[in-house]
């Protein structure tokens, strides 16, 4: 309740001095017009009139630089950025909105002013100063939220550039940018305020380090993270976090064997005695393939799978019936060219696609039991239209659904069970969670569903079992 009226206060306060800092020329102009008027004696000198521009002026200055109270200001740097940026554009609305009020009771004789500042001319000049702060005000704004808020992302961005010559879009595209930078602002500053709040908790400072497998087509890139913002929210709250660092695109066993040597290279440099391993998509086959091999069990303290195909992909079934074996080796050439450029040794597009259908999955898992005294657990997700997912998987989506039935854009939900314990989230609206969300692909902000935070509550339940 404080915080909402400081912003209300904040708002008018500041609108209030921008209308009038914007229009300072006429509210001049008619004050010293109306003051002369009086009895001799009783009217300010000219000069007396006109120093009050300069305060509005000032403050017109200051609100440029501190556009939001202190106490309303966010704890991160890039936030405040966003907030202050925010902040301008709201004012922006607000003393255009008054200063195009007042010009138009200007124009119509509507104001109570001496003939002089009634005419056409007179208005027009205060409007050309008016259009001028306020235009400043605006860019100033643009800019600030155009640089550091990474929830407008390259849609809202060109809506706004788009419409913004566009009479009526234009206000609409900058009520969408204001309402996304708030949100932003407001969900991460919460966050912020949390992770404080429990610093000294470390809930995620697991006995046993993690180790973070990625799935198919991707790689552990040092300027671009798998799983996205998820890894910095473990850390900030305790966790110890490594990297499979395998190929992208190989054959379940080939990667299987790439993610021993791994298991077995970590645990003699770092001298850690067990991993907990949460992996994503396929990469949940390649962790049950390398738990399969000699020495590696003994390093692996639990297994969590997250979107796991288990069971396969149906569609993949169908989709390589259909396509025939000169096609398939023109596309496997194409991918294995630009996965190599990307720093795969020895990339292998069918055998990775080949070990996610159906067919190949129950063979797999008729060889792969669950080894003894490794925790097992699953999570998987429900998309719940195609056009909730980011491309390609709301074209994916649909096919999906139709060889397998519900899914997160990608596997189907009887896919993902494995193991002692299983989770399928689901969350209310239209959007639902999609394959790419489970590991905070897009960095969006999803309403229902806190990426960063799940896992977070994923990591301290593991700690909670002695894991």
Known sequence: MKKTILKLLNFFLYTALLFMACNVYALTAMSRDSLASRPAGEAPSAAFLAALSVPLLLLYLWIHIFPVFFPLRPGSGRLRVCADGNGLLLLFLGSAGLSTAFFLCGCLRLLPAPPPTEAPVFWIVNSLIAILL??????????????????????????????????????????????????????????????????????????????LIHGVFFRDFRYFNYWGRIPGELETNGARVFYGNHQSAASVPDSGRELADRILQLAEETGCEKFNIIAHSKGGLDARAALQLPGIAEHVASLTTVSTPHRGCEFADYLLTKISPKQQAAVAKTYNAALKKL???????????????????????????????????????????????????????????????????????????????????????????????????????????????????????????GF
């Open 134 to 211: 306020e235009a400043l005000l605006f860019w100033n704004g643009i800019i600030r939220v155009y640089s550091a808020s990474l929830q407008l992302g390259i849609r809202i961005r060109a809506i706004g550039i788009v419409c913004g010559m566009i009479p009526i879009a234009h206000l609409i595209a900058l009520g969408i940018i204001i309402r996304t930078v708030a949100r932003e602002v407001s969900f991460e500053n919460e966050k912020i305020l949390l992770n404080e709040k429990r610093s000294r908790e470390k809930i995620c400072a697991t006995k046993y380090p993690l180790l």
């Open 343 to 465: 720093g795969d040794p020895h990339p292998d597009f069918l055998g990775a696609v080949r070990c996610l259908t159906a067919s190949a999955c129950l063979e797999f898992n008729k060889k792969t039991p669950d080894i003894q005294g490794v925790f097992y657990q699953s999570i998987g997700s429900r998309l719940s239209r195609a056009a909730g997912g980011r491309f390609p998987l709301n074209f994916t989506y649909v096919l999906a659904k139709h060889f397998d039935g519900a899914n997160d854009g990608l596997v189907g939900h009887k896919s993902f069970p494995w193991g002692g314990g299983y989770r399928l989230l689901t969350v209310n609206g239209a959007r639902g969670i999609s394959h790419g969300d489970m590991i905070d692909l897009n960095r969006e902000n999803l309403p229902e569903f806190d990426v960063r935070e799940f896992y977070v509550q994923l990591v301290a339940e593991l700690k909670r079992q």
